[in-house]
């Protein structure tokens, strides 16, 4: 029996795991994973559930006994903050249908509205650029059981619904605060407020950025990842509207503004059944800036007035450059902790590093040098990819200052909407806007002469004078028939 | 429970595959369910019915082939597209994706066996395959 598991867990049980894991030339590890083994995994977001998910299953198919505890102190069936890992709440494209052919579709329940276009709207003008496939694959999901004031039992929170996952596969969750990592005698063990916790031979790190639990990983007791990673503070708030006139106004789409305020990067608005979600991100935040926002054109033309604001708004962190180097032995930092994707796909990050982590705890070891062989390469994918996105935000500037050539983008992308063929322009703002692709694969697409030709010819188009035939092309063409974009 | 929201409806009936047509994607049943057809010149045979969370058309992931069968609603149902490209995409940083899609073609294959034991091993019960509804879950 226990050659079998060891066959197996070299990749020589089946014909499958050994297809799994060709090319794995290396030596044993310093510490792998024997039966009986314990994981600790501190926080129970997505990326502390997808490990824990994709970890326990792994185990299983290689025929490792594993225990597997996740600390989460938050209750996500709880209204408001307090239940909430606060974001904009939208599960990108690529991640809906990766989560499909996992196995994993989101019910109704989770789902609060399909999205199946995006409106960009400037100051001047709007434009809806539909999904390549017309079709709802983009969630809108709320991250707890909604806002402050509105609990629904009908309603499930998105990571509510993954931690009870992880949950029906073994896991254990721990309603407890984990306060530090300290080493006792080579082994990491959890701290407490004002207690001692248990000793393990794993633990994962899937805190987020709104915690400062990775700093509190000391290396003077023992083997410390490189943990800091540098956040901005962005804003959060919410509307209650009839459901009905939430759909009527919004549709199934995502709203997103590039509005030429100074201080104002991006901001989005998200409908969700009876509520709507804004997003805005920028620097220094503050009242100012958020009614200045709100009081737009571009705004007033979206937000329906009988939209009420709710006592529900925070402020929380975002990542902009993730931990160097987010392991060390018996230690990994996933999702926000670790490496996420810049400003897109949070969630869809959490997914990828989560599950990078639990392959290379089975089929590797947990060994620093594991991590640093089989887990960092996605990591680093993920950080060449975001200063590839740095440089596409940075050109984004061009259309805060140029009116002439946000009207371009905007022209070029309606008049793409009613064609067959390329459409290169909606292209690029959709993978940009829904994270649907790379930040590279955006920027090979802008790179093409045939977007470049088409800009240029839509500038020109766009600065004779009284050529204004923008507003409601996108919607009504895409859709054939009449139908304004923002009414 | 309210009606799933993600993917696209199809009204009782309507294909989202033809036998015959190229294909470049893959479909996971988010609701209802659907039937799959085998056409041939005696008729039409039902290959299975599939339900939620159920995929079909996986095999144009792994090879370029024409659809080998067709696919229609059986009632209302909502149906996801996985794109060819965004799979592959994952599948090359992560392999082990693949399995849980190999898992469902593996057990396909244990049922088409089973079918076919059946089929052979008394005329009776291959006439009945004609009709059968292998479901996959
Ligand atoms: C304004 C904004 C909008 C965003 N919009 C989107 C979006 O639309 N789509 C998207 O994909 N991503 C979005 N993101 C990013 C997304 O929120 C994160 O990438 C994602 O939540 C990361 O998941 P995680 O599990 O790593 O961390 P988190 O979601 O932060 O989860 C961390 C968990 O750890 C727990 N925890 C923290 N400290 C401790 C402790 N000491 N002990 C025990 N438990 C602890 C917390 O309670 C929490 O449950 C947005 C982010 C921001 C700031």
Sequence with gaps: MAHRKESMRNGRGSALEGLLTAGLDEGKSRFTLEDGARIAVVGGGPAGSFFSYFMLGMAQAVDLEIELDIYEPRHFSHAGPAGCNHCGGIISESLVQILAAEGINLPATVVQRGIASYVVHTDE???RIESPVREQ??????????????????????DGYLLAMAAERGARVV??????VRWVDGAPRLEHPGAEGA??????????????L???????????????????????????????????VLGNSMHVFLPTLPRLEFAALVPKGEYLTLVVLGDDIDQELISDFLDSAAVRRCLPKQCVPMVCNCAPLINLRGADRPYADRLVLIGDSGVTRLYKDGIGAAYRTAKSAAETAVLHGVAAEDFERHYRPVCRSIEADNTIGK????????????SHARRAALRMAAREQGRKGRRRMSSVLWNLFTGSATYREILKDTLHPAFGAGFVWNLAASLRPGRRELKGTGGAHAQGHARPVVR | MRKATLGQSYADGEAIVRQGEMGSSMYVVQAGEVEVIREAEDGEHRLAVLGAGDFFGEMSIFEREVRSATVRALGSAQVLTVDKRTLLRRIKEDPFLAINILKGMSKRIRELNRELVRARSGPAAGADMKGSEGRTR
Excluded at chain 1, 175 to 180: A, E, K, Y
Excluded at chain 1, 218 to 229: C, Q
């Design chain 1, 199 to 212: 000793t393990y031979d794993l633990i994962v790190l899937a805190v987020g950025v709104n915690s400062n």
């Design chain 1, 391 to 402: 440089l596409i935000f940075g050109t984004t500037h061009l259309f805060k200052v140029s």
């Design chain 1, 137 to 158: 694959r983009i969630a809108s999901v709320f991250r707890g059981n909604g806002p402050r004031g509105g609990a629904d039992t009908s309603r499930e929170s998105f």
């Design chain 1, 125 to 127: 003008d709007a434009v």
């Design chain 1, 175 to 180: 309603r407890r605060l984990v306060s530090g």
């Design chain 1, 214 to 248: 990775t700093q509190l990983v000391r290396a003077d007791s023992g083997p410390a990842p490189a943990a800091s990673t540098r956040t901005t503070r962005t804003y959060i708030c919410a509307f209650q509207a009839d459901q009905q006139l939430v759909q009527d």
